[in-house]
């Protein structure tokens, strides 16, 4: 799965990620604190677990990129 990342507020990895850039996401995780991580190979070469509400799909950002050219 590919998806996008989206999130500049309170990034712990400003360096690592690259907002607008889509990411493959290696594997998802949901532990028993209720939210669901991302494991990304980051900029750095490093794969992370990212909180996944920091991504949107890629259809999403495609979606919104077109809304963006359109108006």
Do not use: W
């Amino acid at each position: 799965m590919k998806a996008v990342f989206n999130s500049g507020k309170n990034n712990r990895f400003p360096s690592k990620l690259t907002i607008g850039k889509s990411y493959d996401v290696i594997s998802e995780a949901r532990p028993d604190d209720g939210y669901t991580y991302y494991l990304v190979l980051c900029d750095d070469g490093v794969e992370r677990n990212i909180l996944g509400n920091k991504f949107i799909s890629i259809e999403v950002h495609r979606e919104q990129m077109l809304n963006k050219i359109l108006k």
